[in-house]
């Protein structure tokens, strides 16, 4: 029940990314609130399920949007395994880690979107 | 660690299929379903973007009631020159022979979202293929330019805004009489600025932009927005200015799409 939750959270999170984009551009930069609620899932849950909620929440957005299809739930993936990756080189309850985490999740959602519609546009 | 690899395969199958299919149908069926969550969280978003900046402006409310209070007086004197401005923009009309009443048919849509594409940001609105609009139709509200449609799907349609990065659109900046061509270009999806105007165009802050109309894309005499500032220096071949548009995304609640 609990997996059925965090995974309609995440979808609505998704929707919330698309429909708030205007408010949520820093720097010219629209933060993927996606990616942080995904980075903070895979600290509750195991990675498998963490890729599901990744998934799903990239089609959600790859629906709503123009983009290529599949392009975001790619991009959500790479982000998670990035996410993981830090985590289990370091230890969950160093908050640097975690830092680094997010950061590393950030920085690979926008460079696998950014980079992939300049190469297939 | 298999699953993932699993999905990571379907979602570069999918991305390949894309480029063969388009995936109208799961879109259509998909966005028929989450756009209604999409227009109420941009809803919600907007309310609450206006409460918090209400909260936020709370401590500087007394310095705005002085302020506004000598705006007032600033206001008043204003609207005496009002008659003399109203003669003079009526001639300005006149001269440009663009700005009138426009007959073209439109279609009314309502804003429900924007749609991060990476680089730059598309507007999302509730009307598509099935109202009539096509990609490269233009958008307006009242007569000032919104952007160009460039997807449309059954139900839905995603514009770009003339602040996105990506946008370029061909204008005149009007001076007096005289009339300099430019460019007009989104900046980090939130600025605009107009470029490859001659040195020697005088053109001052306030200035009027509208459409040119060069390059067929964009329909000439839509009004675009006034000359905020010039940004480059008098060295440089050609001037950089700063555009405040004519509009503002956040109070944006409907917009019109020329079908015609």
Redesign the interface.
Known sequence: MANYLIALALV?VS?????????L?I??V?V?ISVIGLWVVTYKSE??NV??Y??LS?L?I??????????R??AL??SV?GISLINNRFDKSNLLAKVMALVVGLVIY?LV??S???I?K | ?K??YT??F??????T???VFS?DG??SL??SV??P???G??RI?LAT?GVVDFAVSIPSVYQDNNALGEKVISLEEQLIDLQSTKEENSILRQQLNVLGDRDEKTVLASV????????S??V?INEGKRSGINIGQIVVNGGRLIGRV??A?ANNA?VLPIFA?GSKVPVQVIHGEQKAIGLIEG????KIVISDILQESEINAGDLVITSGEGGVYPSGLYVGRVGGILSSDSEIFKRLRLVPSWE??GMHTVFVIVD
């Open positions: 609505l929707i919330a990314q698309v429909a708030w984009a205007n408010f551009v720097g010219g629209i993927p990675f498998t890729a599901v990744a998934f990239g959600t790859d629906i709503l949007s123009a983009d290529v299809f599949g392009l739930s790619l993936l790479l395994g926008q979107v950014v992939i519609s300049l297939l | 660690m699953r993932y999905l990571l379907i979602s570069i199958l999918f991305m299929a894309s480029r995936f799961i879109r998909g966005q989450l756009s969550i999409s227009f969280l941009y978003g973007s429900i979202g924007l749609n991060d594409q990476g680089r940001v598309l999302v460039v997807e799907n995603f990065v900046e980090f999806n939130s995304f956040a």
